[in-house]
């Protein structure tokens, strides 16, 4: 897209922009990331175990010690898998707070041909 088709499609001027009254008028809400559902390092640690439970028939008839060994091999590696979940989902929600934080900049804009400095939450394209 060349720059005369974004001008003529956001119906801005480059020489003015836009005038201030019109660019308040289209910012509804600030231009922010959204925040996600917070929730507690307790449900985080128990909604790993979600995808994993399924009924599944006991099997009654297997009573050696085979069978105790194999479930027990599997309940450490559900255990570990989601303590492992855990830690990466932590990890990932203090990634997009820093990411949230780091995008609240500021932006150089032509209101009314006057140029001036706005935070980056009060803007979106054209303004």
Excluded: C
């Excluded at 780091?102 to 209101?111: C, D, I, K, P």
Aim: charged residues 25%; proline residues 6%.
């Amino acid at each position: 897209m060349t720059a005369d088709e974004v001008v003529k499609r956001l119906a801005i001027s480059i020489e003015k922009g836009r005038d201030t009254g019109e660019a308040a008028s289209h910012l509804q809400k600030p231009n922010r990331l959204p925040e996600g559902k917070k929730r507690g390092p307790v449900m985080r640690f128990l909604s790993q175990f979600h995808t994993g439970l399924r009924p599944t028939r006991p099997r009654f008839h297997q009573a050696d010690a085979d069978l105790w060994i194999d479930a027990a091999i599997i309940f450490s590696a559900v255990i570990l898998n989601a303590l492992l979940g855990f830690i990466q989902e932590g990890r990932a929600e203090k990634a997009l707070d820093s990411i949230r934080n780091m995008l609240s900049a500021e932006a150089r804009t032509v209101r009314g041909g006057a140029t001036g400095v706005i935070p980056g939450t009060s803007w979106y394209p054209g303004t």
